[in-house]
Nanobody
Framework: QVQLVESGGGLVQPGGSLRLSCAAS????????MGWYRQVPENGRELVAT???????NYADSVKGRFTISRDNAKNTVYLQMNSLKPEDTAVYYC??????????????WGQGTQVTVSS
């Protein structure tokens, strides 16, 4: 119905950078929010960054100043530029979309996740 496909994860050294991408497709009438969450085994899934179609952003305190979220609304794609990466950023990163599938019905949708490992 709605598909989210992530790419760009991998292994990087502390202080390095990665760029995650997520492309949404399927029965999407309009998008309210797109963004990224992450999860490690010890914790629940936590917000990393989100961005509305109008450009409003929300970042976790732990990533402010290091991560930047952007969107290509025409392509229904969201990006996460991650700089100055720390070992604490190691997690599975999940793409997230809240959107309308018709004029009156909305839902939350998730990608399958991409592993980001920050280690020397």
């Amino acid at each position: 119905q709605v598909q989210l496909v992530e790419s760009g994860g991998g292994l990087v050294q502390p202080g390095g950078s990665l760029r995650l991408s997520c492309a949404a497709s399927g029965s999407i009438f309009s998008i309210v929010n797109m963004g990224w969450y992450r999860q490690v085994p010890e914790n629940g899934r936590e917000l990393v960054a989100t961005r509305t179609s109008g450009g409003s952003t929300n970042y976790a305190d732990s990533v402010k100043g290091r991560f930047t979220i952007s969107r290509d609304n025409a392509k229904n794609t969201v990006y996460l530029q991650m700089n100055s990466l720390k070992p604490e950023d190691t997690a599975v990163y999940y793409c997230y979309l809240r959107g309308y599938t018709n004029y009156s019905q909305w839902g939350d949708f998730w990608g399958q996740g991409t592993q980001v490992t920050v280690s020397s």
